[in-house]
């Protein structure tokens, strides 16, 4: 608005408000465009379910909302009284000093250089031919990389580089063996009293070999695969091993209650109280499994009873009372605990869940296939599953969808740039497309090239990419409108002329004003906001203006919108009375000099018949 209006000349009957009117009503129709386009997009980049995306789309669409109010309330208000100033000859910041007349507006040198040198060049043949591979073959590269893009945010860049914590971090990595502990969690009833269901549970000498602990163990044998660095620590195999009468090593029964008060739990360590062993012999039925199971669960370990659960598998168990009012009790929930490989990058934790969940389903189906043969190990088949949890599974879980969730988001902000596009530019089909072609290539390209840079797909990227597509449609849909309000029959010319006028701006107006901000972020210390804001919004306006500069103006040479009738229509119709006007003036400056042609030769008549008779008396 600002370029537009400085290069303007006002016209003679209009004034002030007239000519900055018009050009506003020049430009307005592309601030609209983009800022429409835009801020839909953030609004529809919202509905993702990436809370951090989903809150800087909010934001960026309610920013870009304000912007365009502003632009067409305020900032008119205020052009108007600096073009005051300037139309009085008055100094920018001491207004009350007056200066001397300015030379009438000239060409910049901007505008001189994209209209004589800059433009021919870019539609020499050999120039248009050599851009069009060149960008061609960088989308197609860029499209081959960003099938290798890493997916995740690794730990250590949310840390400055000089940060203490970088070492503790290279040190768990280099000298930790195990990592995070992992649950193998059981949901659902599961018949644990019942031995032929416990047999595919257990891992002692008995068990069916593909039990739910034998397959964690033979997990832990191939670590390298499954990042499981160590068996899992049974409960059932405990309890198991504390229940007999007769104890490990020929020491006293672990499980024992007070002779007088049989109700009662008589700890090992107990060495007051007269106590007896739970069971008679070693054998037990479902009845004493459950019934002793809580006491196991709070007795703590020692030297005489060193399988008391109380430490380890204090809430590893939960035990359901008159379960569905059929007046037995049953183990609603469980878990066995292993531990995972260490991980310290993004990709090695979101592998741990990955083959966590693997083995998790391997285990179901074997117990659901065991149930189908007959076995009554499950109260219900269908509410019965083993799932893994781990502390930090809940912040990389994002990233086992995080690729399909990144091309969601892009192609419903593309939608409204296409949409707004073909309506606002006079529902002109081809420049909808080619608007949307050009921003997917700048997309495409950025997140190839900044893979190369070493930015992770993330939500923070995903937030730049999202930001990609509204700074996208700056760059390209400007020179767009421009060519497709151009009338002249060549495609070479519209895009010299699009490019004398919108080529400066584009240039100054919109890749100038966003460099400086950007570059001063490299010497950021947060490693996250130099490499994910840096790098990133860099690459997108450098992409941006050689996308909207470059391969633009030549794809609209070969692939532009052809004329718009109503536009020409118009322009002809002006143009005819314009031309009717300027003949209707000469014929009337025709007239006029007949007329005084005619005068001239009655004045002669007169003035020769007045010599005559001048004569004819002085013969007299």
């Known amino acids: 608005l600002t370029l537009e209006y400085q290069r303007d000349e006002r016209k003679p009957d209009e004034d002030l408000a007239d000519q900055i009117g018009r050009v506003m009503g020049e430009v307005g129709p592309s601030m609209l465009l983009c800022s429409l386009t835009e801020c839909v997009a953030f609004f529809l980049g919202a509905l993702t379910d990436m809370p951090a995306v989903e809150q800087f789309a909010l934001a960026a669409a309610v920013a870009i909302a304000f912007d365009f109010l502003l632009q067409i309330t305020a900032f008119l208000a205020v052009l108007s009284l600096d073009a005051r100033r300037t139309r009085g000859n008055r100094v920018d910041v001491c207004c009350c000093i007056k200066m001397e007349p300015a030379e009438p507006n000239t060409k910049t040198y901007l505008e001189t250089f994209f209209h004589k040198y800059y433009a021919p060049v870019l539609m020499n043949d050999l120039v248009r031919y050599v851009v069009m591979i060149g960008f061609v073959g960088l989308s197609c590269w860029c499209t081959i990389l960003c099938t290798r893009i890493t997916v995740g945010l690794d730990q250590d860049l949310s840390v400055p580089k000089d940060s203490y914590v970088l070492k503790y971090f290279d040190y768990m990595e280099k000298y930790l063996d195990v990592g995070v502990p992992v649950y193998f969690v ?5 018949n644990f009293a019942d031995k032929n269901a ?14 739910l602990t034998q397959q964690i163990s033979y997990a832990s044998q191939n670590a390298s695969y499954w990042r499981i660095e160590t068996p899992a620590a049974s409960w059932y195999d405990d309890y198991v091993d504390w229940l007999p009468p007769q104890g490990v090593g020929g020491r006293k029964s672990c499980c024992r209650y007070e002779t007088f008060h049989p109700n009662e739990f008589c700890p090992a360590t107990d060495t007051v109280s007269k106590c007896s062993p739970c069971l008679k012999n070693e054998d037990y039925t479902p009845d004493d499994f459950m019934q002793y199971l809580p006491w196991f669960l709070i007795d703590n370990p020692g030297v005489e009873c060193n399988k008391g659960g109380h430490s380890a598998y204090g809430n590893a168990v939960n035990i359901v009372n ?12 469980s878990y066995f605990m292993a531990f995972h490989s260490v991980c310290i990058k993004s990709v090695d934790c979101t592998e741990n869940l990955i083959k966590a969940r693997k083995l998790a389903d391997n285990i179901t189906k074997t117990l659901k296939a065991a149930n189908k043969d007959g076995n009554n190990i499950l109260e219900n088949e269908e509410d019965f599953e083993v799932f893994p949890y781990c502390l930090y599974y809940v912040y990389y879980e994002q990233y086992l969808t995080a690729v399909e969730d990144t091309l969601f988001q892009l192609g419903i902000c593309l939608i409204p740039t296409f949409a707004f596009s073909f309506i606002l530019l006079g ?3 081809y420049s909808g497309i080619i608007t949307v072609l050009t921003i997917v290539m700048i997309v495409v390209d950025t997140a190839g090239l900044c893979s190369l840079w070493g930015v992770d797909m993330n939500a923070v990227s995903l937030i730049n990419l999202v930001a990609a597509i509204g700074l996208s449609v700056e760059f390209i849909s400007h020179v767009v ?8 029959i060549s495609k070479k010319k519209r895009v010299i002329e699009s490019m004398t006028t919108m080529g400066p701006a584009v240039f100054a107006g919109v890749a100038l004003t966003n460099l400086p901000g950007i570059i001063v972020l490299n010497w950021a210390t947060a490693q996250l906001i130099q490499i994910f804001f840096f790098r990133m919004c860099l690459v997108i306006t450098l992409l941006g203006t050689a996308h909207g500069l470059i391969f633009l103006p030549v794809f609209l040479s070969y692939f532009g919108p052809p004329v718009n009738k109503a536009i020409l229509y118009e322009e002809q119709s002006e143009l005819r009375k314009a031309t009717q006007t ?21 004045y002669m008549n007169v003035e020769k018949a007045d010599q005559e008779k001048q004569c004819d008396y002085t013969e007299f």
């Open 322 to 333: 008159n379960y569905t009012g059929s007046g037995t009790d049953v183990v609603d929930a």
């Open 481 to 488: 409108r421009t060519f497709s309000l151009k009338t002249h």
């Open 186 to 190: 059981t949901k659902g009833a599961y």
């Open 427 to 429: 529902f002109d089909f």
């Open 198 to 211: 416990s047999s595919l549970i257990c891992g002692s000498a008995g068990c069916d070999t593909y039990s």
């Open 582 to 602: 300027v003949y209707m003036n000469v014929e009337k400056a025709d007239q006029e000099k007949q007329c005084d042609k005619t005068n001239k030769n009655v």
